[in-house]
């Protein structure tokens, strides 16, 4: 038998590693976790930079019905209505990057790679994901469904205090009534910010998601209304209950059943946020990579007072917003309804690709008629611990183009990862708060 010297032997043995590693190195690449995701390259590992060559954004500086065909597909088909018949002029601003906060980050490295897509098939009520613990679910989403999940876990701190006003717009006459609200929320798993982390296991047991607590602050007549919600885990409408003041009792009843209007505005209740429906309800399509441009560091005016700088209410058609808008990276998704009675045919979400928020949707009718624009607008809140702000929801407005109708909401005052109490989500804090 021929023997090899103990030399070639350790030549052999160091060729062997090198391909071990060379192997290791590969497939390390090929699985696109090559590097750790962090704050400053954010935007290329979780998603895409906006393509910031077109020579219309450094010469226009505003759009208008005389310069709108200039941008091309910079502009959405709604937004072009907007602009053309309603007169919307669109202040520019230059792209800034956006990331989240850093325990975000860490928990997206952490538990990156332990989420998958369950395949359902048609079925609707059904988990889709498993796997998911926290942060983002799926850095560089490969199709429609995983960007999906990606906005229905965008983040947005561990839970919030928000006071905002709603305002029921004509575009004939302008504002008809108005209300103000407090929604608190808490995020139940996939924390990231707040002890416990991951989840709080109080509520996690009972297989939630999250919960909220709002009620009406004006006007007279309908402040004390309120209401205690939770969301669960699995795709299910909302279960929770209602306090009505004049009955002074507490009903239990289902909150977002699909396709029901919000509080008899213009908006679905899983419109809210552009979809807070579950990403099993809908087919998903990723229709395209795109640079667009929408409202993301908007400038919205604070205060109960700032809505009449932040809306034009005082001129036709009362409801155009006077946000700043930049160029950002969207994921264009097409989403189809699994249930055949669902008020809209389809939607058009504009999924921004640094937040995975939905800042623009159009909505079809059954008919497949352009019905609803939905604009969602970022603004900075700032972190409690007087830490780096938390760029979340500062504004919506949602127009029925069908009725010449709109409704808008007016984020005055906000807190973010505040160390809310899970046990004021009750019944009993319900009665409470709405006295």
Known sequence: MRTVPESGQRVVLVAKLLVCVLLLFYSWEASGESQPITADNWTVEAGFAPDLSSPVL???KKITAKNASEFGKLLPGGLNVMVSKYGLEMLLRNYEPVHPSAGYIEAT?????RAALVDIGNAYNRRGITGYVAGLPFPQPADGLQVAWNFHYAYGGDDADVYYAVFWVSAASGVEHSEQWRLSVIRASGRSDIEPLP???SLAKRGLQGAGLTYALAPYDKKGFGAVYFKSIEPRDGQGHTYVP???RILRN??????DTWNGTDLLYEDVRGYSGYPEWMRWKLVEKSTVLLPMHAGVAPGQKGAQKTYAFDKRPHFNPRYRWEPRPVYLLLAVPKLPDYPYSKQLL??????????YKESFDRKGDLWKIMINCGSLRPAADGGEGILA????????????????FHVYKSRANIGLDPDMFSVSNLRKRAR
Not at 109 to 113: Q, T
Not at 254 to 259: H, I, M
């Open 350 to 359: 504009y999924v921004d690709a640094e937040t995975f928020q939905v800042l």
């Open 109 to 113: 490295n952490r538990y990156r790679g």
């Open 58 to 60: 450094k010469r226009e």
């Open 393 to 408: 929801w500062g504004g919506t407005v949602v127009f029925d183009l069908q009725s010449e109708h709109a409704t808008v």
């Open 246 to 248: 004049s009955m002074r």
């Open 254 to 259: 289902s909150f977002g059943t699909r396709g």
């Open 199 to 201: 989840e709080i296991e």
